[in-house]
Protein backbone atom coordinates (compact mmCIF):
# COMPACT_ATOMS: atom_id res chain seq x y z
CA UNK A 1 0.00 0.00 0.00
CA UNK A 2 1.39 3.57 -1.11
CA UNK A 3 1.89 6.02 2.18
CA UNK A 4 2.35 9.19 2.32
CA UNK A 5 6.24 8.69 2.71
CA UNK A 6 6.29 7.23 -0.61
CA UNK A 7 4.54 9.95 -1.56
CA UNK A 8 7.15 12.33 0.19
CA UNK A 9 10.17 10.83 -1.29
CA UNK A 10 9.08 10.87 -4.61
CA UNK A 11 8.00 14.37 -4.22
CA UNK A 12 11.03 15.30 -2.97
CA UNK A 13 9.46 17.02 0.40
CA UNK A 14 8.86 16.21 3.67
CA UNK A 15 6.15 13.74 5.06
CA UNK A 16 4.29 16.58 6.58
CA UNK A 17 3.72 18.45 3.68
CA UNK A 18 2.57 15.54 1.75
CA UNK A 19 -0.13 15.60 4.91
CA UNK A 20 -0.63 19.26 4.61
CA UNK A 21 -1.38 19.17 0.66
CA UNK A 22 -3.89 16.19 1.24
CA UNK A 23 -6.14 17.66 4.06
CA UNK A 24 -5.44 21.34 2.06
CA UNK A 25 -3.98 22.74 4.71
CA UNK A 26 -1.30 25.50 6.06
CA UNK A 27 0.37 27.83 3.35
CA UNK A 28 2.01 25.11 0.42
CA UNK A 29 3.82 26.75 -2.34
CA UNK A 30 1.87 26.29 -5.57
CA UNK A 31 5.13 24.55 -7.42
CA UNK A 32 5.65 21.98 -4.00
CA UNK A 33 1.54 21.48 -4.18
CA UNK A 34 1.75 20.28 -8.09
CA UNK A 35 4.64 18.20 -7.42
CA UNK A 36 3.34 16.26 -4.82
CA UNK A 37 -0.50 16.07 -6.40
CA UNK A 38 1.36 14.36 -9.39
CA UNK A 39 3.64 12.11 -6.93
CA UNK A 40 -0.35 11.05 -5.52
CA UNK A 41 -1.52 10.43 -9.06
CA UNK A 42 1.36 8.75 -10.22
CA UNK A 43 1.61 6.08 -7.38
CA UNK A 44 -2.04 5.60 -7.21
CA UNK A 45 -2.44 6.96 -3.68
CA UNK A 46 -5.67 6.56 -2.28
CA UNK A 47 -6.18 7.77 1.25
CA UNK A 48 -7.24 5.99 4.68
CA UNK A 49 -10.21 7.52 5.72
CA UNK A 50 -10.26 4.99 8.96
CA UNK A 51 -7.05 6.95 9.76
CA UNK A 52 -8.03 10.06 9.22
CA UNK A 53 -11.14 10.03 10.83
CA UNK A 54 -9.31 8.47 13.96
CA UNK A 55 -7.22 12.34 14.05
CA UNK A 56 -9.96 14.67 12.71
CA UNK A 57 -13.15 12.67 14.47
CA UNK A 58 -15.15 12.79 11.30
CA UNK A 59 -15.25 10.05 8.64
CA UNK A 60 -16.63 12.57 5.89
CA UNK A 61 -19.64 9.95 5.42
CA UNK A 62 -23.34 10.67 5.96
CA UNK A 63 -25.92 8.09 6.37
CA UNK A 64 -29.24 8.30 4.26
CA UNK A 65 -32.29 6.02 5.53
CA UNK A 66 -34.94 5.42 3.00
CA UNK A 67 -38.23 3.69 3.51
CA UNK A 68 -38.02 2.16 -0.28
CA UNK A 69 -35.37 2.69 -2.75
CA UNK A 70 -37.32 1.01 -5.07
CA UNK A 71 -39.70 3.46 -5.55
CA UNK A 72 -38.78 6.76 -8.13
CA UNK A 73 -39.78 9.25 -5.52
CA UNK A 74 -36.94 7.79 -2.83
CA UNK A 75 -34.56 6.83 -5.54
CA UNK A 76 -34.60 10.70 -6.84
CA UNK A 77 -34.09 11.82 -3.13
CA UNK A 78 -31.44 9.43 -2.77
CA UNK A 79 -29.47 10.91 -6.23
CA UNK A 80 -30.10 14.55 -5.52
CA UNK A 81 -28.19 13.38 -1.57
CA UNK A 82 -25.68 11.92 -2.96
CA UNK A 83 -24.76 14.45 -5.70
CA UNK A 84 -24.67 16.95 -3.03
CA UNK A 85 -22.50 15.07 -0.46
CA UNK A 86 -20.37 14.34 -3.19
CA UNK A 87 -19.88 17.83 -4.16
CA UNK A 88 -19.42 19.13 0.19
CA UNK A 89 -16.93 16.55 0.03
CA UNK A 90 -18.91 13.86 1.57
CA UNK A 91 -19.85 10.06 0.77
CA UNK A 92 -23.29 8.37 1.11
CA UNK A 93 -23.84 5.82 3.27
CA UNK A 94 -27.05 4.04 1.88
CA UNK A 95 -30.08 1.88 3.72
CA UNK A 96 -33.73 0.57 2.74
CA UNK A 97 -36.21 0.16 5.55
CA UNK A 98 -38.68 -1.77 3.21
CA UNK A 99 -41.30 0.39 5.52
CA UNK A 100 -39.83 -2.11 7.99
CA UNK A 101 -39.18 -0.53 11.79
CA UNK A 102 -37.18 -3.75 12.89
CA UNK A 103 -35.06 -3.26 9.56
CA UNK A 104 -34.62 0.39 10.53
CA UNK A 105 -33.26 -0.10 13.89
CA UNK A 106 -30.66 -2.63 12.40
CA UNK A 107 -29.60 0.26 9.96
CA UNK A 108 -29.48 2.58 12.88
CA UNK A 109 -26.78 0.31 14.78
CA UNK A 110 -25.18 0.24 11.58
CA UNK A 111 -24.92 3.86 11.21
CA UNK A 112 -23.68 3.73 14.20
CA UNK A 113 -20.90 1.50 14.10
CA UNK A 114 -19.99 3.18 11.01
CA UNK A 115 -19.19 6.68 12.77
CA UNK A 116 -21.13 8.82 10.09
CA UNK A 117 -21.06 12.59 10.98
CA UNK A 118 -24.60 12.44 10.35
CA UNK A 119 -27.99 11.15 9.38
CA UNK A 120 -30.99 12.03 6.97
CA UNK A 121 -33.75 9.57 7.66
CA UNK A 122 -37.59 9.22 6.10
CA UNK A 123 -38.98 7.52 9.36
CA UNK A 124 -40.80 3.92 8.53
CA UNK A 125 -43.41 5.50 11.21
CA UNK A 126 -43.82 8.32 14.61
CA UNK A 127 -42.36 5.17 16.56
CA UNK A 128 -38.99 6.20 15.03
CA UNK A 129 -38.28 9.24 17.58
CA UNK A 130 -37.02 6.39 19.90
CA UNK A 131 -34.34 5.75 17.13
CA UNK A 132 -33.63 8.87 16.42
CA UNK A 133 -33.10 9.94 20.19
CA UNK A 134 -30.58 7.33 19.90
CA UNK A 135 -28.48 9.20 17.28
CA UNK A 136 -29.01 11.82 19.39
CA UNK A 137 -27.23 10.55 21.99
CA UNK A 138 -24.39 10.08 20.44
CA UNK A 139 -24.07 13.57 19.23
CA UNK A 140 -25.27 12.53 15.67
CA UNK A 141 -27.53 14.99 14.33
CA UNK A 142 -30.35 14.41 12.36
CA UNK A 143 -32.32 15.78 9.55
CA UNK A 144 -36.14 14.11 8.38
CA UNK A 145 -36.56 13.73 4.55
CA UNK A 146 -40.33 13.48 3.07
CA UNK A 147 -42.08 12.75 7.06
CA UNK A 148 -42.45 14.54 10.09
CA UNK A 149 -42.50 12.78 13.69
CA UNK A 150 -44.50 14.31 16.97
CA UNK A 151 -42.08 15.52 19.12
CA UNK A 152 -38.88 15.50 16.95
CA UNK A 153 -36.44 18.95 17.69
CA UNK A 154 -34.18 19.48 14.38
CA UNK A 155 -34.28 20.45 10.56
CA UNK A 156 -37.06 18.52 8.10
CA UNK A 157 -37.43 18.51 4.82
CA UNK A 158 -40.84 17.90 3.38
CA UNK A 159 -43.38 17.79 1.10
CA UNK A 160 -46.67 19.76 0.66
CA UNK A 161 -48.81 16.56 1.39
CA UNK A 162 -52.06 18.46 2.66
CA UNK A 163 -51.74 21.18 -0.23
CA UNK A 164 -50.87 18.65 -2.94
CA UNK A 165 -53.99 16.42 -1.71
CA UNK A 166 -56.65 19.60 -2.03
CA UNK A 167 -56.05 20.33 -5.59
CA UNK A 168 -56.16 16.57 -6.73
CA UNK A 169 -59.79 16.50 -5.22
CA UNK A 170 -60.17 19.95 -6.27
CA UNK A 171 -59.28 18.94 -9.84
CA UNK A 172 -61.37 15.84 -9.84
CA UNK A 173 -64.62 18.32 -8.01
CA UNK A 174 -64.02 20.53 -10.98
CA UNK A 175 -63.92 17.25 -13.23
CA UNK A 176 -67.89 16.74 -11.74
CA UNK A 177 -67.05 14.09 -9.22
CA UNK A 178 -68.61 14.13 -6.19
CA UNK A 179 -68.36 10.41 -4.41
CA UNK A 180 -64.00 10.91 -4.19
CA UNK A 181 -63.10 7.67 -2.59
CA UNK A 182 -59.39 7.75 -0.52
CA UNK A 183 -57.20 4.30 -0.44
CA UNK A 184 -54.59 6.01 1.93
CA UNK A 185 -51.13 4.89 4.09
CA UNK A 186 -51.21 4.14 7.13
CA UNK A 187 -52.31 6.82 9.67
CA UNK A 188 -49.12 6.76 11.41
CA UNK A 189 -47.15 7.72 8.98
CA UNK A 190 -47.21 11.67 8.93
CA UNK A 191 -47.57 12.08 5.07
CA UNK A 192 -50.79 9.71 5.05
CA UNK A 193 -52.77 11.96 8.18
CA UNK A 194 -51.66 15.55 5.59
CA UNK A 195 -52.51 13.66 2.96
CA UNK A 196 -56.07 12.63 4.28
CA UNK A 197 -56.83 15.71 6.04
CA UNK A 198 -56.11 17.71 2.77
CA UNK A 199 -59.17 15.26 1.06
CA UNK A 200 -61.29 15.68 4.12
CA UNK A 201 -61.55 19.32 4.23
CA UNK A 202 -61.52 19.78 0.82
CA UNK A 203 -64.76 17.63 0.48
CA UNK A 204 -66.19 19.40 3.87
CA UNK A 205 -65.22 23.25 1.88
CA UNK A 206 -66.94 21.80 -1.50
CA UNK A 207 -70.16 20.46 0.57
CA UNK A 208 -69.67 17.30 -0.37
CA UNK A 209 -70.63 14.14 1.61
CA UNK A 210 -68.05 12.21 3.63
CA UNK A 211 -68.52 8.77 3.27
CA UNK A 212 -66.66 6.47 6.44
CA UNK A 213 -66.54 3.41 3.69
CA UNK A 214 -64.84 5.34 1.21
CA UNK A 215 -61.29 5.72 3.38
CA UNK A 216 -59.04 2.63 3.91
CA UNK A 217 -55.99 2.19 4.51
CA UNK A 218 -53.48 -0.30 2.80
CA UNK A 219 -49.46 -0.16 2.81
CA UNK A 220 -47.66 2.13 1.17
CA UNK A 221 -44.72 -0.04 -0.19
CA UNK A 222 -46.18 -3.61 0.31
CA UNK A 223 -49.16 -3.39 -1.31
CA UNK A 224 -50.93 -7.14 -1.84
CA UNK A 225 -53.19 -7.22 -5.21
CA UNK A 226 -55.84 -8.65 -3.14
CA UNK A 227 -55.91 -6.19 -0.44
CA UNK A 228 -56.15 -3.60 -3.16
CA UNK A 229 -59.12 -5.81 -4.75
CA UNK A 230 -60.81 -6.27 -1.96
CA UNK A 231 -60.78 -2.62 -1.16
CA UNK A 232 -62.43 -1.97 -4.78
CA UNK A 233 -64.95 -4.81 -4.46
CA UNK A 234 -65.86 -3.03 -1.24
CA UNK A 235 -66.13 0.41 -2.96
CA UNK A 236 -68.10 -0.98 -5.51
CA UNK A 237 -70.33 -3.58 -4.22
CA UNK A 238 -72.90 -0.83 -4.17
CA UNK A 239 -75.59 0.44 -6.29
CA UNK A 240 -74.66 2.81 -8.96
CA UNK A 241 -75.37 6.02 -7.09
CA UNK A 242 -73.30 5.12 -3.76
CA UNK A 243 -70.36 4.16 -5.64
CA UNK A 244 -67.55 6.25 -5.92
CA UNK A 245 -66.43 8.02 -9.58
CA UNK A 246 -63.16 8.49 -8.45
CA UNK A 247 -60.25 7.54 -6.27
CA UNK A 248 -57.47 9.19 -4.57
CA UNK A 249 -54.25 6.67 -3.94
CA UNK A 250 -52.19 8.19 -1.82
CA UNK A 251 -48.97 7.25 -3.25
CA UNK A 252 -47.61 6.11 -7.11
CA UNK A 253 -47.12 2.47 -5.54
CA UNK A 254 -50.95 1.79 -4.19
CA UNK A 255 -52.09 3.69 -7.79
CA UNK A 256 -50.58 0.97 -9.39
CA UNK A 257 -52.47 -1.48 -7.56
CA UNK A 258 -55.33 0.28 -7.77
CA UNK A 259 -55.06 0.49 -11.44
CA UNK A 260 -54.65 -3.52 -11.44
CA UNK A 261 -57.19 -4.33 -9.34
CA UNK A 262 -59.74 -2.34 -11.46
CA UNK A 263 -58.27 -3.74 -14.66
CA UNK A 264 -59.19 -7.41 -13.04
CA UNK A 265 -62.54 -6.32 -11.83
CA UNK A 266 -63.36 -4.85 -15.48
CA UNK A 267 -63.94 -1.04 -14.60
CA UNK A 268 -61.86 0.91 -17.25
CA UNK A 269 -60.04 3.74 -16.58
CA UNK A 270 -60.82 6.82 -16.84
CA UNK A 271 -64.01 5.42 -18.68
CA UNK A 272 -65.37 4.15 -15.74
CA UNK A 273 -63.93 5.75 -12.71
CA UNK A 274 -60.66 8.41 -12.49
CA UNK A 275 -57.82 7.86 -10.46
CA UNK A 276 -55.82 10.44 -9.12
CA UNK A 277 -52.32 9.92 -7.26
CA UNK A 278 -49.48 11.32 -5.04
CA UNK A 279 -45.89 10.77 -6.57
CA UNK A 280 -44.83 10.06 -10.11
CA UNK A 281 -45.30 6.52 -11.37
CA UNK A 282 -42.49 5.87 -13.34
CA UNK A 283 -41.12 4.45 -16.05
CA UNK A 284 -43.85 4.38 -18.02
CA UNK A 285 -44.90 8.23 -17.61
CA UNK A 286 -41.78 8.87 -19.62
CA UNK A 287 -43.13 7.03 -22.81
CA UNK A 288 -47.09 7.45 -22.00
CA UNK A 289 -47.96 9.79 -19.11
CA UNK A 290 -51.18 8.34 -17.78
CA UNK A 291 -51.84 8.88 -14.10
CA UNK A 292 -52.78 12.20 -12.84
CA UNK A 293 -50.91 13.18 -9.66
CA UNK A 294 -48.95 15.41 -7.52
CA UNK A 295 -45.21 15.15 -8.24
CA UNK A 296 -42.82 16.21 -5.65
CA UNK A 297 -39.85 18.00 -5.97
CA UNK A 298 -37.79 14.45 -4.79
CA UNK A 299 -34.04 15.51 -5.94
CA UNK A 300 -34.55 18.73 -3.99
CA UNK A 301 -35.70 16.36 -0.71
CA UNK A 302 -32.04 14.92 -0.96
CA UNK A 303 -29.90 18.52 -2.01
CA UNK A 304 -31.63 20.33 0.82
CA UNK A 305 -31.26 17.87 3.52
CA UNK A 306 -27.92 17.00 2.69
CA UNK A 307 -26.81 20.72 3.10
CA UNK A 308 -28.60 21.34 6.44
CA UNK A 309 -26.90 18.28 7.42
CA UNK A 310 -23.50 18.98 6.65
CA UNK A 311 -24.41 22.68 7.97
CA UNK A 312 -25.21 20.90 11.60
CA UNK A 313 -22.17 18.52 10.78
CA UNK A 314 -19.63 21.41 10.54
CA UNK A 315 -21.47 23.22 13.33
CA UNK A 316 -22.13 26.15 11.32
CA UNK A 317 -24.34 28.87 12.86
CA UNK A 318 -27.84 28.50 11.81
CA UNK A 319 -31.20 28.45 12.86
CA UNK A 320 -32.26 26.71 15.83
CA UNK A 321 -34.94 24.90 13.42
CA UNK A 322 -35.20 24.79 9.98
CA UNK A 323 -38.59 23.61 8.04
CA UNK A 324 -38.45 23.20 4.07
CA UNK A 325 -42.56 22.52 3.26
CA UNK A 326 -41.66 21.98 -0.60
CA UNK A 327 -45.32 22.36 -3.07
CA UNK A 328 -45.99 19.75 -5.11
CA UNK A 329 -46.81 20.43 -8.97
CA UNK A 330 -50.13 18.74 -10.15
CA UNK A 331 -49.68 17.54 -13.51
CA UNK A 332 -53.22 16.73 -14.92
CA UNK A 333 -53.05 13.26 -17.62
CA UNK A 334 -55.13 10.76 -18.55
CA UNK A 335 -56.33 8.69 -15.78
CA UNK A 336 -59.36 11.32 -15.12
CA UNK A 337 -62.21 12.57 -16.93
CA UNK A 338 -65.22 15.12 -16.76
CA UNK A 339 -68.86 12.96 -15.59
Known sequence: ?????????????????????????????????????????????????????????????????LTDIANPFFSKIARGAEDAAVELGYRVLIANTDEDFE?????????????????????????TIAQINRLKQHNIPV??????????????????????????????????????????????????????RGYLETLKLNDLPVH??????????????????????????????????AIFAANNFIAISVIQALKELGFHVPQDISVVCFDEVEPVVYFDPFFTVAAQPANQFGRIGVQYLVERVEEKKV???????LPPDIHIRKSTSKI
Open 1 to 65: MVTIYDIAKKANVSPMTVSRVINNSGNIKITTREKVEKAIKDLGYVPNSAARSLTSNKTKTLGLI
Open 103 to 127: KENTYIDMMLSARVDGVLIAPTSDK
Open 143 to 196: VLLDRTIKDFAGDYVIGDSYEGSRKLIEHLINYGHKNIALINGPSNVSTARDRQ
Open 212 to 245: EHYISEIDFKNVQSGDAKNIIQHLMNHNKEKRPT
Open 319 to 325: EKERRII
